[in-house]
């Protein structure tokens, strides 16, 4: 085993055989965390966004937080009451895509795909950044290197998942049951502090929150009502991330759907108390919390200036709650980072089994539907990798930003999977006659509907308020992510059906015409003409380019020496161009006999060290290169191998790409 395979062991652990996929399957216990971080992480940041946008109306608009937390719940459990309807009805892990493109057509399939997609790298994206501005109030060494920190940490969640699913699920349970703990046990102590007459205010209730314009003096009900809206828009971001167990179901334990069910049930009772536990928290303990603090918060009249530090929403509730217990607000603010590290990892789980789907119905690259060594979708995790860091590095790591771009896709998800399951259970009950059954569809369809009300409505307000704060810049991406996918399976279609069968593929070609390029006569070159003249052409000659007059009248007389049986052809090549000459000869070739298959052989020796390589110019790769692209044209590379290859040993047989997917073992294949 090399040092490269060494390290590759190192990081991703021991290889699992195909037959071990069963053991890869996640209990609940397990399940609830990997999949439901994101959607719990988003306690940390959509009570910041909705007070972001409230302090653009001052004080007044402050009194609505509570409000609107309880319609952000509210939409919350509508759509994690439709969800559990599609995890029980589309099992297999197409989740929203398969929903939609079942019910409404293939169209409407690529449009939730691609804003799943975009949406999982936005959660990724937004989830890191959000865990490093709330580890920079309390480790201050943090602040201006956001970007590089977020960048480091999505390599390490791709390195974690590389190792597989559960592997992942299990490092990440203890951090996510820990937050909920700390959330649940801050609000605990804080209702109970409020109780006792003892809750203090936060650090910030002492400032006074001056409006922005135009929401200074009278405001409008229009403006207002905008600024709900706006408000109530960014506070859905805590719905992000449902969509992922839907995705995920295969990876659950049987009873998948029933798990599945059982999981989305727990998160939307466990987020929604979370939520509105900090929102209540926050009004009671006076928080201020804006958009611009230099400007918008004063002391006296006085604006606290560009030196202020405004820590986040649960940082604040933190220090005050446990002001006279400093351990205690530590573990919160350590436990609340780590959980946005670890909600990115809910997209890691979703978007690779998404891209799978995808590769598997022709939308994708193939590649995406290979399993690793570790059994899990190494490509998919790389990619979602990437793009991540591409969006962290584009807008250096701030939420308020990204938050913008966030919520779209998975609104637009929402909705299109609603409105299939709508039609999911219309069309079912026209074939359906149990009286029992239909009832049950009945109720479903009404839950659907209910939610398809909720989350078109919430679409629509997104659209409305934040298109021109950034969501423009996510719709574009979805845009351009389906005519990709369009695309690349109209691809797929073409060669497909170029490569499907007819009749004229079953008629053999009138002749085989061989051709061995000869640059020297050495061993590789002789092995080659042996090669040619086994395989019995109906024609074969040997052709050299007349690259160095001096060498090529050498090499002629070295051929008639020695009576080779197969004739030697000598092409002029004026501007020493040996690729272009042997693509032209055999062109020529073709030309004067279409209907013949012209057999190129090029002999090739192999060197044992990647640094030899560097010593020979590749003429074979070239040539290889520029021959495949004729048609009529087969090349065949003999090789010859050096004593630096044959001193390395046997190698060790690695796996062919899918091959694991397909459940192929390297014996199987040594066998075969």
Request: net charge positive.
């Amino acid at each position: 085993m090399g040092l490269a395979e060494l390290g590759k062991r190192a990081i991703l652990g021991r290889k699992l055989r195909s037959t071990q996929l069963d053991e890869t399957l996640l209990p609940k216990r397990i399940a609830l965390p990997v999949f439901a971080s994101d959607a719990l992480s988003s306690v940390a940041y959509a009570p910041d966004e909705i007070f972001l946008v409230l302090s653009m109306g001052g004080l007044s608009a402050y009194a609505l937080n509570w409000k609107i937390g309880i319609a952000v719940g509210v939409v919350m459990l509508v759509v994690v009451t439709s969800y559990r309807q599609n995890v029980r009805a589309y099992p297999s892990g197409g989740g929203d895509y398969e929903v939609a493109t079942v019910n409404l057509g293939p169209r409407a399939g690529v449009t939730v795909a691609s804003a799943l997609m975009v949406d999982y790298v936005l959660t990724v994206a937004v989830s890191i950044s959000s865990a490093v501005q709330n580890a920079s109030a309390a480790l201050p060494f943090l602040e201006g290197h956001e970007a590089s920190s977020a960048s480091v940490l999505v390599a390490l969640l791709v390195a974690a998942n590389l190792r597989g699913l559960k592997e992942s699920g299990r490092a990440f349970a203890v951090p996510t049951y820990l937050f909920m703990l700390s959330i649940l046990g801050m609000a605990v102590w804080g209702f109970g502090r409020y109780l006792f007459g003892d809750l203090p205010m936060v650090e910030s209730a002492d400032l006074d929150l001056v409006a922005e314009e135009p929401y200074v003096g009278a405001v409008s009900a229009i403006a207002m009502t905008f600024l709900v809206a706006r408000a109530f828009s960014s506070g859905c971001a805590a719905l992000t991330g449902v969509e992922a167990i839907s995705n995920g179901v295969p990876a659950f334990r049987r009873p998948k759907s029933r798990n599945a069910a059982t999981t989305l049930a727990l998160l939307g009772t466990i987020s929604v108390t979370m939520l509105m536990s900090v929102i209540v928290l926050a009004d009671l303990m006076h928080l201020r919390y804006a958009e611009d603090p230099a400007t918008q918060l004063s002391r006296d009249g006085v604006p606290v200036g560009e030196n202020y530090v405004q820590d986040t929403v649960i940082g604040q509730l933190a220090g005050a709650i446990f002001d006279n217990a400093p351990f205690f607000f530590y573990a919160v603010v350590f436990t609340t980072g780590l959980i946005l590290v670890l909600a990115a990892n809910t997209a890691f789980n979703g978007f690779p089994v998404l891209g799978s789907v995808l590769a598997r119905d022709g939308y994708l690259p193939r590649q995406l539907d290979t399993r690793g060594d570790r059994l899990a979708f190494s490509n998919g995790i790389i990619v979602l990798g990437a793009g991540a860091i591409v969006l962290i590095v584009a807008f250096d790591a701030e939420v308020t930003k990204l938050i913008q771009l966030y919520i779209v896709g998975v609104f637009v998800s929402f909705t299109m999977s609603q409105l299939g399951m709508l039609r999911h259970w219309t069309r079912l009950l026209r074939t359906e006659t149990d009286p029992a059954e239909r009832r049950r569809m009945l109720r479903s369809r009404v839950v659907n509907a209910c939610g398809l009300a909720m989350t078109g409505s919430v679409l629509v307000v997104v659209l409305v308020t934040k298109f021109l704060a950034g969501a423009w810049i996510a719709i574009t991406v979805m845009a351009v992510v389906y005519v990709l996918m369009r695309r690349i399976r109209r691809h797929y279609d073409l060669v497909a059906e170029e490569l499907s069968v007819d009749d004229s593929d079953v008629t053999l070609p009138s002749r085989v015409h061989a051709i061995v390029l000869v640059g020297r006569l050495h061993k590789p070159a002789l092995r080659a003409l042996a090669y040619a003249r086994v395989s019995r052409p109906d024609r074969l000659e040997a052709l050299t380019v007349d690259l160095d007059s001096e060498a090529t009248q050498r090499l002629v007389r070295q051929w008639d020496e020695l009576d080779l049986p197969v004739p030697l052809v000598v092409a002029d090549a004026p501007y020493r161009e040996l690729v272009r000459t042997v693509a032209k000869y055999v062109r020529s070739v073709r030309k004067e006999s279409p209907r013949d298959i012209v057999m190129v052989y090029i002999p090739e020796y192999v060197v044992g060290r990647w640094y030899q390589q560097l010593l020979h110019n590749q003429t074979a790769l070239r040539l290889k290169g520029r021959l495949l692209f004729m048609p009529g044209v087969l090349v065949t590379s003999v090789p010859y191998q050096l004593s630096s290859v044959r001193s390395r040993g046997p190698e060790r047989v690695r796996p062919v790409p899918g091959e694991v997917r397909q459940g192929r073992s390297y014996s199987e294949r040594d066998e075969s």
